[in-house]
């Protein structure tokens, strides 16, 4: 005889009666966390800018903290904001976000090509160092002076042309040079250039050695609030006295400088997961002060001209979506995109929890109420033989209860419900006793 266990449930039942329905869950999710709403990619690109800039330094920063999120953001070098600005809108290049000055674009011209914003992240003032034995208060002073912008790519030629303009100048008034900063340094120090004219955030090695260096003079803008008048996009912001070097009282003085902000653009295919980790690296990143900003002022939903994206503008009233605050990305991010389908299986728990258990319940009972159809076969044949035939017959139906007897003896069933198995075991031994009676 085989060894009969004893369980409080039977598997293969619960399984048959369970699987079905739990396989179907479990297909309907994942076909929907492929369909639905697609999970975030984990390769991103990022133009940043020329190697050894404060943009490829912030923007290494940025690939190191999407790594603990196990997203992989790879660094591209570019010639500064514009460049960056036609990668980004433009789809063959495949660069998802990077980095964009304010004032390089409008907000109809970013709309029309799919740019967003995802806020601003710091100062980049206009530092225009020059040499003269006196200080130079108008920009009118530099008619006909060899002076650097930068390549297109910059983005400062297409600044400095707005702020030539307001000053009744040309291009043409000038000499523009278009070296790269580094060499443009080289030579404005070797007297080739006569002025350099840079925008760059405060942490620039070349800005804080031009600081620095005797003879060299920085343009102090004394009507910065005007400029910021004329054009939104610039902020007035102030290089404090002593802030290079308190020993050496570097600078002097304190100097007004006008500054558009690097902001944060990307293409408006960017996953709306990916907005929000984005800002929490920038928080990590730009969130502490500087010369020129306060703790806790950038990232920023301001000084922008491209439109902020919707998601941005929830981070920087809400914060983080509140199960990024407690789980890691991926899980939120999954919960995020599933919430439609949980909430529509979460209404059909209750009838699946009325239909499932009684199913259960029939699986495992009928494995003994089976048999009370051969019992009754039993008694049916014995009931239709003729009194001649019913001592053969009994014994036929006998040797078959007998078969019937060692097969329900077999059964394993969940002892929750042994009861039916043993009221089984009886009625075959009341059947038993009636043939035998005949």
Do not use: C
């Not at 004394?222 to 050496?248: C, N, W």
């Not at 914060?319 to 999954?334: A, D, E, I, K, T």
């Not at 209404?347 to 929890?353: I, K, M, R, V, W």
């Amino acid at each position: 005889m085989p060894k009969i266990t004893f369980t409080l449930i039977s598997t293969k039942d619960a399984l048959i009666a369970f699987g079905p329905i739990a396989l179907m869950v479990i297909a309907v999710i994942f076909a929907a966390y492929y369909v639905v709403d697609p999970a975030p990619g984990r390769t991103l690109d990022f133009s940043a800018g020329q190697e050894n800039s404060a943009y490829e330094s912030f923007a290494n920063q940025y690939a190191e903290e999407l790594k603990k999120n196990q997203i992989n953001l790879r660094v591209h070098e570019s010639q500064g904001s514009q460049e960056n600005l036609q990668k980004i809108a433009d789809p063959d290049t495949n660069i998802d976000i990077g980095f964009v000055q304010s004032g390089s674009t409008n907000e109809t011209e970013a709309q029309a090509r799919g740019l967003i914003s995802l806020g601003s992240l710091f100062y980049e003032p206009i530092w225009i160092f020059y040499r003269a034995k006196n200080e130079i208060s108008n920009l009118s002073s530099f008619k006909g002076k060899r002076i650097n912008v930068g390549p297109d790519g910059f983005g400062v030629r297409r600044l400095f042309a707005q702020i030539l303009s307001v000053n009744n100048l040309e291009e043409s008034d000038i000499s523009i040079q278009q070296l790269e900063n580094t060499p443009a340094t080289v030579a404005f120090l070797n007297s080739q250039v006569d002025v350099l004219v840079m925008s760059s955030a405060s942490d620039s090695v070349l800005v804080q050695m031009l600081l620095q260096t005797p003879g060299v003079r920085l343009f102090d803008f004394v009507q910065a609030e005007a400029y910021t008048r004329r054009f939104p996009f610039l902020s007035h912001v102030v290089l404090p006295r002593g802030i290079v070097d308190m020993g050496k009282d570097i600078p002097a003085r304190d100097y007004h400088l006008i500054s558009p902000t690097a902001t944060l653009v990307a293409h408006e295919s960017l996953h709306p997961a990916l907005i929000s980790l984005f800002l929490q690296a920038a928080k990590k990143i730009h969130g502490s002060g500087n010369w020129f900003s306060k703790q806790g002022e950038f990232p920023s939903d301001r000084y922008t001209e491209i439109a902020v994206e919707p998601q941005a503008e929830k981070f920087y009233k809400n914060g983080p979506p509140f199960l990024q605050r407690y789980m890691s990305f991926w899980m939120s991010n999954f919960l995020e995109r599933m919430w439609v389908l949980l909430i529509a299986f979460g209404a059909l728990a209750l009838p699946l929890s009325k239909i499932i258990p009684p199913l259960y319940v029939w699986r495992v009972r009928s494995r003994v109420y089976r048999w009370y159809g051969q019992l009754r076969a039993v008694e049916h044949a014995l009931d239709e033989a003729t009194p001649k035939q019913r001592k053969q017959i009994a014994q036929e139906q006998l040797q078959r209860l007998d078969a019937i007897e060692r097969k329900v003896n077999q059964i394993s069933i969940p002892l929750s419900y042994a009861e039916e198995l043993y009221g089984l075991r009886s009625h075959i031994q009341f059947v038993r006793k009636r043939l035998m009676g005949d």
